[in-house]
Each structure stands twice: as C-alpha cells, then as structure tokens.
C-alpha cells in the first residue's frame, strides 16, 4: 500500500504581539479543562447545551483562529449547526467565518465545505457555486518514483531527485527501471494528487517524490501540514523543513511546520516511503 503522504498548505496571518498586561480581577475565568475536552472532540452529544458551546467556540476561534487549533473548533461548529433544531444564527456565524482571510486555512476550508452543502441543501444553488471549496485545493504537480535498491535501502537515502535543483525533464535510473517527472492532475470534484505511479503492483515500493508549485500573492506566514503514515521528509524553497523516520520516531500522523512563503512562486518537495 502507497504511504502518499496528503500535503495541505493553510496560509495564516502574523500572529499577535505578545503583551506584558497583567490580567486583570474582573476578567472571567478560562473555559474548565472539561469544556475544552467537550468543545475539542469531534462528536458533541444532543445534551450539550448547544448555543452555548457555539458561543464558547465563537469566542475561542477570536484568540486561536489563525493557528491549527482552529481546525478541530471549525468541525465542531458544523457540528452543533447540523445537530440544533434551529441552528440559523449558527449557519451565519460559519457562512461569515468562511469568508475570513484572517481564519487558520484549514478551519476556513471546513466551513467553506459545510457553507457549500448548507445552501446547496437550501436550494440556493447560484451561493453554493460561489462557495464551491473545491478550487482551494492543489489542482496539479509532479511525481517521480520510485527510487530504492532491491532491499529495503531507502527510507533515508537520498536520490537525485533531493540532491539539485529540480529538473523536471530528467530522467534516473530508479529502482525498477528508468524514471521521470510525471504530471499530476486532480480529479474533478477531488482533493487528492496521487505519487503512486499507475503500475503492477510490487512495483511501486520505494521512495516517491512529488514536487509542487504554489503562487502567492504577498509575503505572509503558513502552516504547512504534512500527514502520512510512512517515513517522509520535505523541502520548501530548497530548505529542508521536515524529516521524519518512522522506524525510529513514534510521531503523530498528523504534523505542522510553520513556513515563510515568499511574494510569486513558491516549490514544494516531498518526499515519502512506500510499504
């Protein structure tokens, strides 16, 4: 089975400046650990108090909504919109969210998804278009692979894809043979590009690469989210940002790494084992 790692790039605003304020005696006292815990799973039971978890959730996403945190407080909001009997005042608070440059990207997808569903559900099919989430997903790349010896030498390893300058008209000898850069494109309606070459199976363990190409239009600060179950590594704009080897670390699946993304043209590396 393919360990393709799902790359997703959330673009956030500078976070705040930290003060030296000392908090002041009128000041209301932080949400129990046990309000948290509720507002963090992902499954809230009928008996909550719905409106008021909304607001807690409302008020957090105003001090957490530019960091990952915001992600698991976006499902949730959905989440007691789909279980209230009158959840009107909730489906405006994810419709304005949903619009908000400043919202961690993640938790903004979440709601421009759940937005998509709401009005489309609603007849409104012309505002579902314009909220359609699909477009914020990578639509296309390059995948090379795989690279690797006869035994198991490649986690690890590096091959000419991580050694230069990207050249994607080149071709290496793999670990079955030739290879070159292949052109990835996304499935209508999909989120997903593909490292997996389309070959028998046995042929496709070793070590894949899929390069990325991302404009933006301003310098700004981001998260990049890299989520596998095999061993990977990463480059953006040529620098080394994540390496991680499942053999010997016990890391979460899911991992962030805050980026700088530069004004224009930006290129991602990715790098990942296969089993």
Not at 60 to 74: H, R, S, V
Not at 114 to 138: N, V
Not at 239 to 268: C, E, M, Q, T, Y
């Given at each position: ?20 304020t ?27 108090d ?37 959840p ?15 919202l ?43 690279f ?18 990207v ?17 990835l ?43 596998a ?47």
């Open positions: 089975m393919m360990m393709t790692p799902l790359v997703f790039l959330a673009l956030l605003s500078p976070l705040p400046p930290q003060t030296e000392a908090p002041q005696a009128s000041e209301k006292k932080p949400p129990s650990e046990q309000t948290l815990r509720s507002i963090l799973d992902i499954t809230l039971w009928r008996s909550f719905m409106k008021e978890n909304r607001n807690l959730i409302l008020s957090l996403l105003k001090t957490q909504g530019n960091t990952p945190l915001a992600e698991p407080l976006a499902h949730n909001l959905v989440n007691i919109a789909k279980l209230q009997k009158e009107g005042k909730t489906w405006k608070a994810i419709l304005d969210l949903s619009q908000d440059p400043n961690f990207g993640l938790a903004r997808l979440t709601l421009r998804k759940a937005a998509y569903g709401y009005k489309a559900s609603t007849g409104k099919f012309q505002e579902a278009i314009a909220l359609d989430p699909s477009g914020a997903f990578l639509g296309k790349g390059w995948a090379i692979g795989p690797g010896d006869r035994g198991s030498s490649f986690t690890g390893v590096p091959f000419p894809p991580e050694t230069g300058k050249d994607l008209t080149a071709t290496y000898q793999g670990r079955f043979g030739k290879v070159n850069w292949r052109p494109r996304r499935g209508m309606g999909g989120s997903k590009l593909e490292l997996q070459p389309r070959v028998p199976q046995g042929f496709t363990r070793g070590c894949q690469y899929g390069f990325f190409q991302i404009s933006s239009p301003k310098e700004t600060g981001a998260y990049l989210e890299l989520q179950t095999g061993s990977y590594e990463a480059w953006w704009n040529g620098r080394r940002i994540a390496k991680l080897d499942r053999r010997l670390s016990p890391a979460p699946l899911r991992r962030f790494f805050p980026i700088g993304v530069a004004k224009g043209w930006n290129h991602l590396l990715v790098k990942t084992s296969a089993a």
